[in-house]
């Protein structure tokens, strides 16, 4: 007998910001997703116990992300969000990908990739 114990089980809940941000990062401006990120102890991959419960506003664009406050989190319009972006790292295990996330993923990096590009005229061109 012996038992799986685990930790790092993440499940996100989205809201959408009102109005639009900047990106300070990659100064797109898009509507925000709010998003309520709960780690879980898990105990046969099943959560069981939630160990911390984050609030972050992410970019659509570039994935860069702000700690925000339960009630700014809370203040959002809950929408269901197919796109569930890991907020911490890229989900790379195609077997656990639903249709959707892979799309999502697979346009991200065509869009990644025509930024870069876009980067690189820009220096071309100075
Ligand atoms: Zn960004």
Same mark, same amino acid.
């Given at each position: ?25 990659? #100064?797109?401006? #898009? ?67 639903? @249709?959707?996330?892979? #799309?999502?993923?697979? @346009? ?19």
């Amino acid at each position: 007998m012996f038992f799986i114990f685990g930790v790092g089980k993440k499940t996100i809940k989205t809201h959408w910001e009102e109005g639009m941000t900047t990106c300070e990062r990659c #100064r797109n401006t #898009r509507q925000w997703p709010l998003k309520k990120v709960t780690s879980w102890f898990t105990f046969f991959l099943i959560p069981i116990v939630p160990y911390s419960v984050q609030y972050v506003k992410v970019c659509p664009v570039c994935g860069h992300y702000t700690e925000i406050t339960k009630e700014k989190y809370e203040s959002g319009e809950e929408k269901p969000d197919e796109m569930t972006l890991e907020v911490r790292k890229p989900v790379n295990n195609a077997k656990h990908m639903s @249709e959707v996330q892979r #799309r999502f993923n697979k @346009e991200m990096a065509a869009y990644n990739a025509t930024e870069a590009q876009k980067k690189q005229d820009d220096k071309n061109d100075q």
